[in-house]
């Protein structure tokens, strides 16, 4: 169990981290579009760093939920994933200031957010299972560039930005993390279990 939350804990530091990254190249670089894809670039550091280090990322773990076991396990890591997200973004805050980078995110409607969301578990799944097949980190890298240049949402990335951001409307906030919540575990567990009939259990059955 100790094992199991200092690990969830640092990857929820992990993703802060990246998060960060990402704030920072979005102001620092005068053009808007360059600024953007340089900071999706240096987000996918966080979660290449979750993986080389093998710690427990919630959307990293939720397509392999697999047992009674394994959905608490889950549960921690989100957890954990989300409070230690939120604490950096905090801190952010306090030694930086608060960020208005993000305003359009926080202002999208459910239905864009949950598809946002599904998109990125898809994304996050891709990562993880691509690396785990072929142990090459561009199969880390690439997936999370694409879903954050296609808007898409991640709830542990965004539980950092509700820390950084100005506390404007916190219920509405949490609400728009438990949809993405939701979307990011769609995402994988359908990506997963096409995977298994589509490509693991013939192999198994051959």
């Known amino acids: 169990m100790k094992d199991l939350c200092v690990k969830s ?3 929820g530091l992990l993703i802060g981290f990246a998060g960060v990254l990402y704030l920072q190249a979005v102001v620092l670089i005068p053009d ?3 600024g953007v894809i340089a900071g999706a670039v240096l987000f996918s550091l966080g979660l290449l760093s979750v993986i080389v280090f093998k710690t427990n990322l919630f959307t990293g773990k939720v397509g392999y939920i697999n047992s009674f076991k394994t959905f ?3 549960l921690i890591m989100l957890a ?3 409070l230690a997200a939120f604490a950096l973004g905090l801190l952010f805050k306090l030694c930086i200031g608060e ?3 993000l305003v359009s995110r926080f202002a999208k409607d459910w239905y864009r957010i949950l598809f946002d969301s599904v998109i990125c578990g898809m994304c996050v799944f891709l ?3 691509l690396y785990r097949r072929t142990s090459n980190i561009f199969t880390i890298i690439l997936p999370v560039v694409a879903f954050i240049l296609t808007g898409g949402e991640h ?5 950092f930005y509700i820390g950084s951001a100005p506390f404007t409307n916190l219920p509405e906030s949490l609400l728009k993390l438990l949809i993405m919540i939701i979307g990011n575990s769609a995402g994988a567990l359908l990506l997963r279990l096409l995977s298994y009939h589509l490509i693991d259990k013939p ?3 051959a």
């Open 9 to 11: 804990v640092l990857a």
């Open 32 to 34: 808007k579009t360059a």
């Open 72 to 74: 608490w396990q889950g």
């Open 80 to 82: 954990l994933n989300l």
């Open 99 to 101: 960020s208005g980078a």
């Open 127 to 129: 990562s993880v299972d």
């Open 155 to 159: 709830c542990i990335a965004f539980a």
């Open 203 to 205: 192999k198994e059955s």
